[in-house]
């Protein structure tokens, strides 16, 4: 296994001469030892990173990397990996390892093992890993003399025979570097974990590396859950055990971590949308397709319709396409083959038979269509166009289908079946950048209405795979393009090198939540190669025909994960715009039903989401009844409030409000549902 590069970030430099380790140079330059600001590996200039125990051939500066950046947690959790694995092997000695990679706040690592493991297991995993990090044990690295002698090492573990093999054959090149990375490029190494004291071999892993020098560079851990997995994430594959795990620079960021992590589990969507009766996923209907309620209905019809609203002010057109097409549509648009695998196979449609049963007609292959812009290319192109039409703006809220693995479909956040915020702009090759800022701006301008407010861009390039189209003269220029737009809008700009679509680079918009998490939003892609492929034109102010430039954006991705976002974001207490019930009203007893049923019909009247309970439930029970269902409102009514013509308040938090006039109530009501604020009334806040 190993570590790829992260995000780089600023760091102090060091001179390792050649013959001299890089930690004895981190040692003279009086780098901590130990603790969050402990050195742990070394950077090169080309990103590499590279044990404390390297010694260089020639003399070489490099970063010091410490325990408490994004690359040293990936490094601190990827050695965690290995103990995590050594102390499986120890414990269930027939199981065989798969791969180990640090992730996002954590690590995991795959095994074969006759029967899952049991919560029971993963105890007694994390006890014999603090056993063996408490014993002491240095991560050494060793070279392979031949991949023979790899092979004949590992002969027991047939997973990593198979990434051996690969190597052997030149395929490594096209695995997925952010996990099969035990090979990488070059030399085959492996990682010994040794005693300290003594010097032997504890156990060892098939690694390219690097690790943190020792297991006193692991200060907090933690093996939190496993799941099913099947091998390199091909479901024709075996099915593998994976055992999730952390691991922190300190117990005090670990406790921050799993402090976060216990609030994100109950600000979970899929367990707000069943406690508030907003969406489902029946098995009937199949994985990754959600049906919505009517509560949930409501939240997705008032997105809907204030977004389409947004746009057609920004200058889109709305169009509509439908949900299939023949699949030379998609040869065309080039997303078969360089898109298929995340495509449904084909319809097979209009087949004609002999009363013998053989074919008279071969019919048509027909997609359910993952993405709607080769339909826009073709409304764009069912008459001339001339360059007084540019921007020419085409918009949808477009029903996509994408064949996502079952084990990644998560929720809303990961369907199958999803309508994407879908536009597409054609303009001329100057306008380019003016659209591009228009987009950029309308994006931002969209989240913040929704009250996601806290991002960061970033800027999604070609690599040197064979996966991208067009010339490296056009991805230069629609990547200078985009990045010069990011630089100026004053957000910060993180690069992603390989992370563009096939046919052009793409600007992201990471927002961050309520939590402090990061969810990949909004994109704007340049695309020089589907107006070429589609043999798009408009007419000049010269004469001449011309090839128009595209834009792609969707300002959400998709409403659907929009909205799951949404859901974690508040915590399910949406604003009041946003509620799918924005009013309860709440006689105390039989006797003021008639009077609440009437405030409720005058606040319906007005467009508000307003409902009476008149259940027998003891008032207390109703209030807490709604307070659980996160209604912003509850207007409560005794028979001094009859008397006086007023109603109590009583808001999400507890707080209450009492007397208000029923006219003063009303509009107040009005007022704030209409402003579509995204702050919570409170009593403090309606005074």
Same mark, same amino acid.
């Given at each position: 296994m190993s570590v790829s590069a992260a995000r780089p970030t600023t760091a102090a430099r060091v001179k390792v001469p050649a013959g001299t380790s890089a930690q004895t140079a981190v040692n003279e330059a009086g780098f901590e030892q130990k603790g969050p600001q402990a050195a742990v590996v070394v950077r090169e200039?080309?990103?590499?990173?590279?044990?404390?125990?390297?010694?260089?051939?020639?003399?070489?500066?490099?970063?010091?990397?410490? &325990?408490?950046?994004?690359?040293?947690?990936?490094?601190?959790r990827h050695s965690a990996a290995h103990i995590m694995a050594q102390a499986v092997q120890d414990l269930h000695p027939d199981a065989k390892l798969g791969i180990g990679p640090p992730v996002t706040d954590g690590f995991y690592y795959d095994f074969a093992v006759d029967e899952p493991f049991t919560p029971e297991d993963l105890q007694a995993i994390e006890k014999r890993m603090k056993q063996i990090i408490k014993s002491g044990q240095r991560f050494s690295r060793r070279k392979y003399a031949s991949l023979d002698e790899a092979r004949a090492e590992l002969a027991g573990e047939p997973?990593?025979?198979?990434?051996?093999?690969?190597?052997g054959a030149g395929t490594d090149a096209d695995l997925d570097r952010s996990e099969v990375m035990e090979i990488g490029d070059g030399e085959l190494t492996a990682y010994d974990n040794l005693n300290m004291r003594t010097g032997e071999r504890m156990w060892s892993d098939l690694c390219r590396g690097p690790h943190?020098?020792?297991?006193?560079?692991?200060?907090?851990?933690?093996? %939190?859950?496993? $799941?099913?997995?099947?091998?390199?994430?091909?479901?024709?594959?075996?099915?593998?055990?994976?055992?999730?795990? %952390?691991?922190?620079?300190?117990?005090?960021?670990?406790?921050?971590?799993?402090?976060?992590?216990?609030?994100?589990?109950?600000?979970?969507?899929?367990?707000?949308?069943?406690?508030?009766?907003?969406?489902s996923f029946p098995d009937e209907i199949g994985s990754g397709l959600p049906v919505f309620h009517p509560k949930g209905g409501v939240i997705k019809?008032?997105?809907?319709?204030?977004? /389409? +609203?947004?746009?057609?002010?920004?200058? *889109?057109?709305?169009?509509?396409?439908?949900?299939?097409?023949k699949d030379g549509l998609f040869h065309t648009s080039g997303h078969l083959p360089y898109y298929a695998e995340t495509m449904f196979p084909p319809l097979h449609v209009d087949v004609e038979y002999d009363d013998q049963g053989q074919v008279t007609k071969a019919g048509s292959e027909y997609r359910l269509k993952a993405m709607n812009c080769p339909m826009h290319n073709l409304i764009y192109r069912s008459r001339g166009r001339s360059y007084r039409e540019l921007p020419l703006r085409l918009f949808e809220f477009g029903h996509v289908y994408r064949y996502e693995q079952s084990g990644v479909v998560h929720g809303l956040t990961r369907v199958r079946g999803f309508a994407q915020?879908? !536009?597409?702009?054609?303009?001329?090759?100057?306008?380019?950048?003016?659209?591009?800022?228009?987009?950029?701006?309308?994006?931002?301008?969209?989240?913040?209405?929704?009250?996601?407010?806290?991002?960061?861009?970033?800027?999604?390039?070609?690599?040197?795979?064979?996966?991208?189209?067009?010339?490296?003269?056009?991805?230069?220029? &629609?990547?200078?393009?985009?990045?010069?737009?990011?630089?100026?809008?004053?957000?910060?700009?993180?690069?992603?090198?390989?992370?563009?679509?096939?046919?052009?680079?793409?600007? !992201?918009v990471q927002a961050r939540d309520a939590i402090g998490r990061t969810w990949q939003m909004s994109t704007i892609q340049l695309d020089f190669n589907q107006p070429a492929r589609f043999e798009l034109e408009y007419q000049a102010a010269d004469g001449t025909r011309q090839e128009p430039v595209m834009i792609h954006s969707a300002k959400f991705g998709s409403i659907e994960r929009f909205l799951g976002v949404l859901t974690e974001h508040y915590a399910g207490a949406f604003p009041v715009w946003l509620s799918p019930v924005q009013v309860v009203g709440i006689p105390i007893s039989g006797e003021q039903g008639d009077?609440?049923?009437?405030?409720?019909?005058?606040?319906?009247?007005?467009?508000? +989401?307003?409902?009476?309970?008149? !259940?027998?439930? /003891?008032?207390?029970?109703?209030? /807490?009844?709604?307070?659980?269902?996160?209604?912003? *409102?509850?207007?409560?009514?005794?028979g001094k409030d009859v008397e006086a013509g007023a109603v109590s308040f009583r808001f999400r938090d507890g707080t209450q409000r009492n007397g208000v006039p029923v006219d003063e109530a009303i509009a107040y009501i009005t007022d704030w549902a209409?402003?579509? +604020?995204?702050?919570?009334?409170? $009593?403090e806040a309606s005074e």
């Open positions: 200039d080309d990103g590499t990173l590279r044990d404390l125990a390297w010694v260089p051939e020639t003399d070489a500066e490099v970063a010091v990397v410490t &325990a408490d950046t994004p690359d040293g947690r990936a490094v601190i997973f990593k025979l198979e990434l051996i093999d690969d190597k943190v020098p020792s297991t006193r560079y692991l200060p907090a851990y933690k093996v %939190t859950r496993n $799941a099913a997995a099947y091998w390199r994430g091909n479901d024709k594959n075996p099915q593998l055990q994976r055992i999730y795990g %952390t691991a922190w620079e300190s117990t005090e960021a670990q406790d921050a971590y799993l402090e976060r992590l216990a609030e994100a589990e109950k600000r979970d969507h899929r367990k707000l949308g069943a406690e508030l009766d907003l969406f019809r008032e997105m809907e319709d204030y977004v /389409r +609203r947004r746009h057609i002010e920004e200058g *889109f057109e709305y169009v509509g396409t439908p949900h299939i097409a915020d879908d !536009s597409h702009s054609y303009v001329t090759r100057e306008q380019a950048p003016a659209e591009i800022r228009h987009l950029l701006n309308f994006v931002l301008s969209l989240l913040r209405d929704f009250g996601m407010d806290d991002f960061y861009l970033e800027l999604s390039t070609r690599d040197d795979s064979d996966k991208f189209i067009g010339s490296q003269e056009q991805w230069d220029e &629609a990547t200078r393009v985009l990045e010069e737009v990011a630089i100026e809008s004053g957000l910060e700009l993180v690069p992603d090198p390989g992370g563009a679509a096939y046919y052009g680079p793409k600007i !992201s009077y609440i049923q009437d405030i409720v019909d005058r606040l319906r009247s007005k467009g508000i +989401r307003a409902e009476a309970d008149h !259940s027998d439930d /003891r008032m207390q029970k109703k209030v /807490r009844t709604h307070t659980l269902q996160k209604v912003p *409102f509850m207007l409560l009514a005794g209409q402003s579509r +604020r995204n702050d919570a009334p409170t $009593a």
